[in-house]
C-alpha cells in the first residue's frame, strides 16, 4: 500500500469514527429513538450544559432552524443535525460537555443547594442611609452564574433590577484605566487598602485616596472618566460599557435613588472637598459635575444575570464571552481583579482574601461581583447587610462556595479531595486518576457514556489496572451498558492487569444472564 493510500485510508477511518460519534451523540438525545429531534429537545439538551436558546452566538443555528424545519413540526434529523454541530463549535462543545464545567447541570444543583442553605439567613437590614434603598423588600434573593464559555444560570429573583451602588467602582476604574493607561491613573489613586470605613474622612500619605474601591477613590475614577466631554457623553460611556460587558443588554436608571443618593451625599461631598485640598484631583475638575457623575454610576440599575456576564468578562480577560468583544485589555482586568482582592469587600476584604480567596466586590444595594479567574462569573444580590456593609448571604453564598469548590486562588497548592473542581466531570470529581468512561460505566450512566464517546474516546479505554468499560459494566451487572458496548463492538477478550476478563467476572459475580450476553457476542 503506497503513503498515499494509506493516509486517504486513515482519514476515511477518522471520518467514520467522527460520523458514529455524531450518530451516538445524536441518539443519545433522541430519547424516542425516531430518528429525529424536535427543537425544544435539541435546546433543553444544550441547556442542560449551560448554553441558552438567546446566547447572541446562536443566531446562524436559529435561523437556520426557521428556514429548514419553518414551522412544521418535523423534527431535526441526523443530517441536519450533523450540519449544525459542523457549522456551530459552540453546539459542538456544549452537546459534548467540552465547555469549562462540564457537567453543568451537576455544577447547577451544587448552586442550588447552597442557595437554599443560605435562604434562611435573614439577618442584617438594609442600607437605611439612602431612603430608597431602604425600601427594597429583604426577602430578595438572586444569585447568577456566566462562565467564560457563556455557559448561564440564574436562580431566585432574577427579574428584579436592582442598583449598582459601590459594584460600578471596578468598572469605572476599568473605563478608566483603559483611557489613560496605569501611570497616570494611579498618579491620582493608591492601590492600598485603607483599614478604614469606606467612607472615612482619610488619605494616604502622598494625599491621595487608597484606593479605587472606597469611596474616595471611587470619586476619583470618575473624575478620570472622559474628563474633557459634557457630562452626558460620560454617562453614555458609562452606560455603553455595561451594555458591551452585560453581552448586549442595556442597564436603565434609577432616577429616584440617584435624587435620594444626593440628598443625603454629605459626606461625599466632605470627601470631594477634602481631596480638593490636597490637590489629588486632575486640573480644571468641576467638583460638582464629578459628584453628580459618580452618583449617577451608583443609581444605574441592572439584573443578576447581567451583572454575571459583566464578572464573567473580567474573569476572561476582558472578552465577553457572549459575544466575542474585548471591552477591556487583558492588563487592565488583571489590575481591577488585584484591586477586588484586596479592597473590595470593605473592612472585610483582607478575612474574605484569607478564608475565601477569589475577587469580590460588594455594594450596599446587597450586590455582589464575584470573579473566578478563567472559570466564570458570579453575581449574588441580596439586600440585608452586615455592620461592614457586605450582603449577609452573599457573604455566606461565598463561603459555602468556597467550601464546596476549589475556587481559592491557592487551592492548588495543597491536595485537597474534599473540594469539588467543576472543570472536572463528575466521575472525574470522584478519583482524579480514573477515567470518566469506566465510571459511568460502573454507574450505568449510558447517556454519559455516548458523551464521552462523542469526544472521540476509545470505548476500549482502561484505567490504571487495566480495567475496561466493559470490566466495570459487567461487575456492576448493568446490563444496557453491557448491551451497548456489545453492539459498540468493543473487546470482550480484554485483560486487567490481573489477566481478568468481562466472562471472568460475570462468572465470578454471579450474573448469569450477562455471562450469556458475552458467551453468545464472542459466538457470533
Not at 441518539?27 to 447572541?56: A, C, H, N, R, V
Not at 459542538?92 to 447547577?108: A, H, T, Y
Not at 472578552?319 to 469587600?345: E, I, Q, R, W, Y
Request: aromatic share 8%; hydrophobic share 35%; glycine share 8%.
Amino acid at each position: 500500500m503506497t503513503t498515499k493510500q494509506k493516509r486517504t485510508k486513515e482519514g476515511k477511518t477518522s471520518e467514520s469514527i467522527k460520523n458514529l460519534a455524531l450518530e451516538s451523540l445524536f441518539s443519545s438525545i433522541d430519547m424516542g429513538k425516531t430518528g429525529k429531534i424536535t427543537p425544544p429537545q435539541f435546546w433543553k439538551e444544550l441547556k442542560s450544559g449551560g448554553i441558552l436558546e438567546d446566547d447572541p452566538r446562536l443566531s446562524e443555528v436559529r435561523e437556520s432552524f426557521i428556514k429548514v424545519l419553518g414551522s412544521s413540526k418535523k423534527g431535526i434529523d441526523l443530517e441536519l443535525f450533523t450540519e449544525t454541530i459542523q457549522h456551530s463549535a459552540l453546539v459542538n462543545r456544549g452537546l459534548k460537555g467540552e465547555l469549562v464545567i462540564p457537567d453543568f447541570s451537576s455544577f447547577c444543583e451544587e448552586i442550588v443547594s447552597i442557595f437554599n442553605d443560605v435562604k434562611s439567613n435573614m439577618s442584617g437590614s438594609v442600607a437605611n442611609y439612602i431612603p430608597q434603598l431602604a425600601r427594597v423588600n429583604p426577602k430578595q434573593f438572586a444569585v447568577s452564574i456566566c462562565t467564560i464559555d457563556g455557559q448561564r444560570f440564574s436562580y431566585g429573583d432574577v427579574n428584579k433590577n436592582f442598583c449598582l451602588q459601590s459594584t460600578c467602582k471596578p468598572i469605572n476604574y476599568c473605563i478608566a484605566h483603559e483611557e489613560l493607561g496605569e501611570e497616570k491613573v494611579h498618579k491620582h489613586i493608591g492601590r492600598e487598602p485603607s483599614g478604614r470605613s469606606f467612607n472615612e474622612m482619610a488619605l494616604n500619605n502622598d494625599g491621595l485616596p487608597h484606593n479605587p474601591l472606597i469611596n474616595a477613590g471611587a470619586i476619583m475614577c470618575t473624575s478620570l472618566i472622559k474628563n474633557d466631554s459634557p457630562i452626558a457623553d460620560r454617562f453614555d460611556k458609562v452606560i455603553k460599557t455595561w451594555t458591551d460587558l452585560s453581552g448586549g443588554v442595556e442597564p436603565s436608571f434609577n432616577n429616584s435613588v440617584y435624587l435620594s443618593e444626593r440628598q443625603t451625599s454629605d459626606r461625599n461631598f466632605a470627601l470631594a472637598y477634602f481631596m480638593r485640598e490636597n490637590n489629588a484631583f486632575p486640573e480644571n475638575t468641576d467638583l460638582i459635575e464629578t459628584l453628580e457623575f459618580y452618583f449617577q454610576c451608583c443609581s444605574i440599575e441592572v439584573k443578576s444575570s447581567s451583572m454575571a456576564s459583566v464578572a464573567a468578562t473580567l474573569a476572561n480577560g476582558g472578552v465577553n464571552p457572549l459575544t466575542g468583544k474585548k471591552v477591556f485589555s487583558a492588563g487592565t482586568s488583571k489590575n481591577c481583579l488585584s484591586l477586588m482582592n484586596s479592597c473590595g469587600m470593605y473592612d472585610f476584604s483582607g478575612e474574605y482574601a484569607f478564608k475565601i480567596g477569589f475577587p469580590a466586590k460588594s455594594g450596599v444595594s446587597g450586590a455582589m461581583l464575584i470573579v473566578i479567574p478563567n472559570v466564570m462569573g458570579i453575581c449574588v444580590w441580596s439586600p440585608n447587610l452586615d455592620e461592614l456593609g457586605n450582603s449577609v448571604r452573599g457573604v455566606e453564598f461565598s463561603k459555602k462556595l468556597g467550601e464546596r469548590f476549589n475556587f481559592h486562588n491557592y487551592d492548588s497548592l495543597i491536595n485537597n479531595n474534599e473540594k469539588l473542581d467543576p472543570r472536572k466531570s463528575k466521575y472525574e470529581n470522584r478519583i482524579d486518576n480514573v477515567i470518566g468512561l469506566v465510571y459511568a460505566a460502573s454507574f450505568g450512566d449510558i447517556d454519559e457514556i455516548k458523551k464521552i464517546e462523542a469526544r472521540g474516546i476509545d470505548l476500549n479505554s482502561s484505567d490504571y489496572d487495566g480495567r475496561t468499560a466493559l470490566h466495570l459494566a459487567v461487575s456492576e451487572g448493568q446490563t444496557e451498558v453491557v448491551e451497548y458496548l456489545l453492539l459498540r463492538n468493543v473487546n470482550v477478550q480484554a485483560k486487567d492487569r490481573w489477566g481478568g476478563t468481562p466472562m471472568e467476572d460475570a462468572k465470578r459475580s454471579n450474573h448469569s444472564n450477562i455471562y450469556t450476553l458475552l458467551e453468545q457476542h464472542i459466538a457470533k
